[in-house]
């Protein structure tokens, strides 16, 4: 018994102790936002809180270990009040740098060591989910993802949190009667 605990103990324990998989290099400020520069404290992509308006929010994956994983789901870590995602594409090809198009998201070979672009879709709400002068932050993105047998879900804290922000008053996306 004592063998058989040694081996699964070194195939298994990686598997389930894996976290090799990042933020990687690539960061887009994606449609409707700006990027800024906060000092010492980073920087921060702002979009405007558009009522019934959709925007992207685009950045990358990487696998920073010395294995393969397959990403199951990408995502938002928790709802937003006003913002609600609306799904995910991902660069067509794997690789550094800005990508040439985005395909529907669906489960995806990430090999050791490269990466891959991610845009993730939201919709804003009505002008009644955001107070006036009000901000909400998606800060971090949720991956889902298997090594080997094993299966994790990791929060990626993004190094560009992307704030929306509705003014004193809510201007609202072009057909929204909300």
């Avoid at 308006?53 to 006003?82: C, P, Q, Y």
């Avoid at 932050?137 to 949720?142: G, K, V």
Wanted: charged share 25%; proline share 6%; hydrophobic share 35%.
């Amino acid at each position: 018994m004592g063998a058989a605990a040694a081996i699964a103990a070194i195939v298994i324990v990686p598997m389930l102790t894996y976290d090799e998989v990042t933020e990687g290099g690539f960061r887009g400020i994606g449609d409707g936002g700006r990027s800024v520069e906060a000092g010492p404290f980073g920087d921060y992509v702002a979009k405007r809180y558009v009522a019934g308006g959709r925007t992207t929010v685009e950045t990358s994956i990487a696998n920073r270990g010395d294995r393969d994983v397959e990403i199951l789901e990408l995502g938002d870590v928790k709802s937003l009040d006003g913002v609600s995602p609306r799904g995910a594409r991902i660069a067509a090809q794997v690789g550094p740098g800005s990508p040439r198009s985005y395909v529907a998201f669906r489960p995806f070979e990430l090999p050791a060591g490269r990466q891959r672009a991610v845009e993730l879709q939201f919709r804003m709400g009505a002008c009644s989910e955001l107070e006036p002068g009000t901000l909400v932050a998606f800060t971090a993105l949720h991956v889902r993802y298997r090594t080997g047998i094993a299966e994790r879900g990791e929060n990626i804290e993004l190094r560009s949190p992307v704030q929306f922000e509705r003014g004193p008053r809510c201007r609202r996306a072009r057909g929204d009667r909300g």
